[in-house]
């Protein structure tokens, strides 16, 4: 058998690492951004400060976090779509995405269709909660008080179509209620006009309305989750007195379509040890962000089931951004 000539034989290597199937094999060799599309100091911030540098441990390569907020994470993720399907650029963002294909008209992305979604990382639960002076204690005193003055409660939210505002229009429309819409400047103005009483209730993810709970500045009612969660074990879930009634939000990873599937597969696979840490599930618990894994092919499906509720519910409630 005639030999390879010794020039050969030093280019071999070389041709190997050009192959296709390496890349996958020795993913990643070098450092990955992660846009967070939202600014510091956000429940995407946080929970991705706490899952990628664990992360960065179980992979051998740094995943550094770079926020880029505006447009309700649009903009972000205006960037992602544009990047190179190479595992190097992976995006964290909330439910929001979805339901900014209804609330914006010219987003230069599709939503579905330009996104491979890895794994969900953490869920996120509402609770219904009310100023302390309403004359209610539980949902179902809430859904009588709404039904004797149509018209007459207001409800606040961190703005038309957020998670807040599409969680309470689900329990509106299956409760067949009458109540008014107040839409503020984001979360943290939506909790204070409820404290203050400009806003009789409202509907929340459970951290940044904690302490106030527990400072009895507002009462809570019930949480979104199909049952009680241990954050808050003496709140009733709403589904208890609205049967069927279920909405939580989450915050997963995404990469651009056209990522090798071996790639989505490694970091999954890598989110997934990070996520079953206990450090990791108690810092993340701690937050009210209880962690959440999926395989890509359930959350691809919880994609499309949850891309047809926000469509329903944002032509219900008729929100429109631009």
Known sequence: MKQLPRAALCVLP???????????????????????????GGSNDLAARIVFPKLSEVMGQQFVIENRGGAAGSLGASLVAKSPPDGYTVMVHSASHL???FLYKNLSYDTLKDFIGVTTLIRQVGVLVVHPSMPVKSIGQLISL???????????????????HLMMAQL??????????????????????????????????????????????????????????????QVPAIAEAVPGYEFTAWVASFVPAGTPKAIVDQLNAGLKKVLSDPAVSERLSGLTADPQYATPEEFARRLQSDYARYERLTAMTGAKVN
Do not use: D, F
């Open 146 to 164: 709404a039904k004797k003055r149509p018209g007459e409660i207001l409800y606040g939210s961190a703005g038309g179509g957020s998670g807040g």
């Open 172 to 233: 509106i429309s299956m409760a067949a209620l009458n109540m008014v819409h107040v839409p503020y400047r984001g979360g943290g103005p939506s909790i204070t006009a409820t404290i203050a009483g400009e806003a009789q209730a409202l509907i929340t993810i459970i951290g940044p309305v904690s302490a106030h709970i527990h400072a009895k500045r507002v009462r809570p009612l019930g949480v979104t989750s199909a049952a009680r969660v241990k954050q808050l074990a």
């Open 14 to 40: 070389a041709m190997l690492l050009c192959s296709p199937s390496v890349p996958a094999q020795s993913y990643p060799i070098k450092p990955v951004r992660v846009i967070v599309v939202y600014p510091p």
């Open 99 to 101: 339901a900014n294909a």
